[in-house]
């Protein structure tokens, strides 16, 4: 279900964060494509 998505990307962000070194190009884009597709499951807040 969408709860469980969301818990999955929250986890694989956590883990994945721990190796980044610079900020994520074009977040806004994605972003902006991820709130169109997935509409109010998408919290722009994230």
Known sequence: NDMALMKLIY???????????QPLHNWALTAGQLRI????RMPLDI
């Open 11 to 21: 986890l694989a962000v956590i883990n994945i964060s721990k190796k980044w070194t």
């Open 37 to 40: 597709k997935f509409g109010d």
